[in-house]
């Protein structure tokens, strides 16, 4: 009998992605050579079996009109505390905010955050505060509201502050991950403003490095750093406060169709797009060297816009193509082909939008790596992603300690250079939010630049700086109405007389 010596050189196809494996050579092979070759050919890996499955419907958020805006947004996001979702809405635009307990169907008259006087495209959930959430607008503004702790009670229509200086309409928020009051939007202008959302001031502006319309921004871990992808078929990485371009790929795919770009943990870029055939793709790139990918693989040829979402924990990334009936997850790694596809959770009803809920608010004791919140016509859908365990102790290799709520920086520290990495917790023993991050809307605490130090609730602050600028600007209205009024005044008079003249001619010729 030939004893089987493993060759290399064939390539297999495991799970849709390629696969070294080994070639048996001779006419004939034991079962152990078999056994041998599968153990080398099928990657080990703790996620694997993960598996998605989708919550009763007494546990769905129904009869909700999801926005029908065509923007490529999420329209969900999602904290421990509250989900969100983009509405339909007549004479401007709102979204929802609801406790993650209310389930069921949702009332009409269910209160709702009915500020901006245009359809709301992107919302995002402050990471340092759960009551905190901003909102970009076709009205060019951004608004960051606060929400009472157990939900709205009545519509909410005045926002902590409003942050206006784009000129076209906003379709990005982002809140940076470590630094307090640091907030990113970009419009439809091409341009980026950094704001502190502590002073209501535009800190920086950058407006010169796109020359195509953003399709979406992606901060770094640390929040040193963004990525864009743009209409221009460009991934660029920008160091924001030194407001330079510091890598740059023209063509990262060469598809008309838009463009997603994130950073992952390890500091490279993950992209989603078409190619010149209108198949879809995902790549992976070395901001160091952009000039090749590290790893390009082609899905399938479906039209819908693919929104990664990425879990830094345990770097498995989730695709969710707008449109679609499913999720697909992979796993990156450092070892060929670096993205390693795990699995696909499939439904029957397309996705209109998708939460993806932090770590922290996950369910521990039942190995739930990630939960979504996946938005029908007229439903929110929680989906939850599982990894199958006998044992009921705490999973320490599934859950590292990962980002809390507790902020790194200040924003002025970040403004002024400095970077720090998202401060952990442990989820051991499960996350509770704790009581002292409880915010109110109080006039003379908004009025605060920053929350006193043995305090750790995050005040979304408007200090007096900007209150005498609302207050200089309201002396140039009221200037602007007084010049108006004695303008028409003298209009008036002018009209008289010349009235009173008409009269005096026309007894004389009646004389």
């Known amino acids: 009998m030939w004893v089987a010596e493993p060759r290399s050189g064939s390539t297999?196809?495991?799970?849709?992605?390629?696969?070294?494996?080994?070639?048996?050579?001779?006419?004939?092979?034991?079962?152990?050579?078999?056994?041998?070759?599968?153990?080398?050919?099928?990657?080990?890996?703790?996620?694997?079996?993960?598996?998605?499955?989708?919550v009763k419907n007494d546990?769905?958020?129904?009869?909700?009109?999801?926005?029908?805006?065509?923007?490529?947004?999420?329209?969900?996001?999602?904290?421990?505390r509250f989900v969100a979702i983009i509405i339909e809405a007549s004479g401007g635009g709102a979204f929802l905010v609801l406790p993650l307990h209310k389930t069921g169907r949702i009332d009409k008259?269910?209160?709702?955050?009915?500020?901006?006087?245009?359809?709301?495209?992107?919302?995002?959930?402050?990471?340092?505060?759960?009551?905190?959430?901003?909102?970009?607008?076709?009205?060019?503004?951004?608004?960051?509201?606060?929400?009472?702790?157990?939900?709205?009670?009545?519509?909410?229509?005045?926002?902590?502050?409003?942050?206006?200086?784009?000129?076209?309409?906003?379709?990005?928020?982002a809140w940076h991950p470590t630094a307090r009051n640091v907030l990113l939007s970009a419009g439809c202008d091409n341009a980026i403003i950094i704001w502190n959302v502590g002073t209501g001031e535009a800190l920086i502006n950058l407006d010169d490095m796109h020359s195509d319309m953003i399709y979406n921004v992606s901060w770094n871990r640390n929040g040193s750093l963004i990525c864009t992808a743009s209409k221009d078929?460009?991934?660029?990485?920008?160091?924001?406060?030194?407001?330079?371009?510091?890598?740059?790929?023209?063509?990262?795919?060469?598809?008309?169709?838009p463009m997603r770009a994130i950073f992952l943990a390890d500091g490279n870029v993950f992209t989603t797009g078409f190619s010149r055939m209108?198949?879809?793709?995902?790549?992976?790139?070395?901001?160091?060297?952009?000039?090749?990918?590290?790893?390009?693989?082609?899905m399938d040829t479906s039209n819908?816009?693919?929104?990664?979402?990425?879990?830094?924990?345990?770097?498995?990334?989730?695709?969710?193509?707008?449109?679609?009936?499913?999720?697909?997850?992979?796993?990156?790694t450092d070892e060929s082909p670096y993205v390693h596809y795990l699995n696909t959770f499939s439904s029957k009803e397309p996705q209109r939008g998708m939460g993806y809920m932090p770590k922290r608010g996950l369910d521990v004791n039942k190995c739930e790596i990630a939960r979504f919140f996946k938005l029908h016509e007229r439903k929110c859908e929680p989906i939850i992603m599982t990894v199958p365990r006998k044992s009921d102790l705490f999973q320490d290799d599934?859950?590292?300690?990962?980002?809390?709520?507790?902020?790194?920086?200040?924003?002025?520290?970040?403004?002024e250079g400095r970077n720090a990495d998202p401060i952990l917790i442990s989820?051991?023993?499960?996350?509770?939010?704790?009581?002292?991050?409880?915010?109110?809307?109080?006039?003379?605490?908004?009025?605060?630049s920053k929350p006193t130090a043995n305090k750790k609730c995050d005040l979304i602050s408007v200090p007096k700086k900007t209150a005498d600028m609302a207050g200089v600007q309201n002396e140039a209205k009221l200037d602007e109405i007084l010049k108006e009024i004695k303008s028409i005044k003298d209009t008036i008079c002018n009209q008289d007389e010349r009235i009173s003249k008409l009269e005096q001619q026309m007894a004389k010729i009646a004389a």
């Open 12 to 54: 297999l196809e495991v799970n849709g992605l390629a696969r070294k494996a080994q070639h048996f050579g001779s006419p004939c092979f034991s079962p152990f050579s078999l056994l041998y070759t599968m153990r080398r050919v099928v990657r080990q890996s703790k996620f694997r079996h993960v598996f998605g499955q989708a």
């Open 59 to 80: 546990q769905c958020y129904d009869d909700i009109r999801v926005s029908r805006v065509t923007w490529d947004s999420s329209f969900c996001a999602v904290n421990p």
């Open 109 to 173: 008259s269910y209160p709702t955050v009915c500020g901006h006087t245009g359809p709301v495209l992107d919302i995002d959930w402050c990471p340092h505060n759960d009551q905190v959430i901003a909102s970009g607008s076709e009205d060019c503004t951004v608004m960051v509201w606060q929400i009472p702790e157990n939900g709205l009670t009545l519509s909410l229509t005045e926002p902590v502050v409003i942050l206006e200086g784009h000129s076209k309409r906003v379709g990005i928020v």
């Open 233 to 257: 078929k460009k991934v660029r990485v920008i160091d924001p406060r030194k407001q330079e371009i510091i890598a740059e790929k023209e063509k990262a795919h060469e598809g008309a169709r």
């Open 278 to 298: 209108s198949e879809r793709q995902l790549a992976l790139w070395n901001p160091k060297t952009m000039e090749e990918p590290i790893a390009l693989h082609e």
């Open 304 to 332: 819908g816009v693919l929104l990664p979402f990425y879990d830094p924990d345990t770097s498995i990334i989730y695709l969710c193509g707008k449109g679609d009936s499913s999720i697909r997850y992979f796993e990156i």
């Open 398 to 415: 599934l859950y590292p300690d990962t980002a809390g709520p507790e902020a790194a920086l200040e924003a002025e520290e970040w403004f």
């Open 427 to 448: 989820l051991k023993h499960g996350y509770i939010p704790g009581k002292n991050r409880d915010l109110k809307v109080v006039k003379k605490n908004i009025l605060d």
